[in-house]
């Protein structure tokens, strides 16, 4: 079983900064992709961005592209998630999510979730 849990959501000013943590436990990790994945209240789960098992490939959400960066630390089981020039529109909980999608930015696939962090960005 693989556990997540992530870190590092709060409130921030528009044009602010936070960095999002995800641990995970348990053996799959180094060799999985992992996903940003966020929610509003009403609206599906979109997805925001991945990183492959190694680092080598990693695809954004248009809506973030330029502004949020994701990497990942195999040896501490983290993955982060740098988000910069915050705006309003980025308020959400944010979720980090393990497995091995066909396709990364689909929801399938991917195998284990963690609780979810807030992130408000105030106007």
């Known amino acids: 079983q693989v556990q997540l849990v992530e870190s590092g959501g709060g409130l921030v000013q528009a044009g602010g900064s936070l960095r999002l943590s995800c641990v995970a436990s348990?053996?799959?990790?180094?060799?999985?992709?992992m996903g940003w994945f966020r929610q509003v209240p009403g609206k599906e789960r979109e997805f925001v961005g991945g990183?492959?098992?190694?680092?080598?490939?990693?695809l954004y959400a248009d809506s973030v592209k330029g502004r949020f960066t994701i990497s990942r630390e195999n040896a501490k089981s983290t993955v982060y998630l740098q988000m910069n020039s915050l705006k309003p529109v980025d308020t959400a909980v944010y979720y980090c999510?393990?497995?091995?999608?066909?396709?990364?930015?689909?929801?399938?696939?991917?195998?284990?979730w963690g609780q979810g962090t807030q992130v408000t960005v105030s106007s």
């Open positions: 999510a393990v497995g091995w999608p066909a396709t990364m930015s689909g929801m399938s696939g991917y195998r284990y």
């Open positions: 348990g053996r799959t990790f180094s060799s999985a992709t």
């Open positions: 990183i492959s098992w190694n680092g080598g490939y990693i």
